[in-house]
């Protein structure tokens, strides 16, 4: 079965540190997306990519974090400098089309990024 | 702006009981999504409810939507302590074409 790949699974770092996370969708998948969630809380969408270009980075703390999707296929997220409140759960997502058509999301692992 | 409430945030229930889980959410939308995480792990899609008055049941699970009021429901029937986990709703925004998730709501299956 077809899976939305993500690493490193864990990431302990130290403040001003730079991090970053990769992301694999499924095959075919045109959209993806980045979501944050801190333990207790809902995920929230911090970028949305259809093929190369962004949708959606309206709640991306531009200041310290980045994301591209060069080839309209992997993507990688960046953290620089991390700060203690980055501590969360970095999750990636993919679906067929953008959400309005495409009915459903594909969540990877994710992964854990602890800031000491 | 789109917001998604879930209640109650947590719950403990007896196996073998019945309940209910809530999502309100503020503005029009007729998609709404179910999903369900284990400690630890990333969200595993349940529903995805397409319309008003959509139906969906798997298993001990249910959900429905009602898009007049702004409700979705997922009804627990005699429930097993293998669906402990935290569940989520998920609302898409008519013109947001995004996500917005619930707070999830704990749910604990004691034997």
């Known amino acids: 079965e077809a899976e939305v790949a993500q690493s490193p699974r864990y990431k302990i770092t130290e403040k001003s540190q730079a991090v970053a996370f990769w992301c694999d969708p499924i095959s075919g998948h045109a959209t993806l997306y980045w979501y944050r969630q801190i333990l207790g809380q809902g995920p929230e969408l911090l970028v949305q990519?259809?093929?190369?270009?962004?949708?959606?980075d309206s709640q991306l703390p531009k200041d310290r974090f980045s994301a591209e999707r060069l080839k309209g296929v992997d993507s990688t997220l960046k953290i620089q400098p991390a700060e203690l409140g980055d501590s969360a759960m970095y999750l990636c997502?993919?679906?067929?089309?953008?959400?309005?058509?495409?009915?459903?999301?594909?969540f990877g692992e994710g992964s854990r990024l602890t800031v000491l | 702006e789109l917001k998604v409430e879930q209640n109650p945030l947590f719950l403990s229930m007896q196996e073998g009981k019945n309940y209910t889980i809530y999502c309100n959410y503020s503005t029009t939308s007729d998609r709404l999504y179910w999903y369900r995480q284990d400690p630890g792990k990333s969200l595993e899609s349940l529903f995805v409810?397409?319309?008003?008055?959509a139906v969906k049941q798997e298993g001990r699970l249910m959900a429905s939507l009602d898009t007049k009021a702004r409700l979705s429901t997922l009804h627990i029937t005699a429930a097993v302590h293998d669906l402990s986990a935290t569940y989520f709703c998920?609302?898409?925004?008519?013109?947001?074409?995004?996500?917005?998730f619930g707070a999830g709501t704990i749910l604990r299956v004691k034997s």
């Open positions: 997502a993919s679906s067929l089309r953008q959400v309005r058509t495409a009915g459903e999301l594909f």
């Open positions: 409810l397409l319309s008003n008055g």
């Open positions: 990519f259809q093929d190369e270009s962004v949708v959606d």
């Open positions: 998920a609302v898409d925004g008519r013109y947001g074409n995004k996500l917005v």
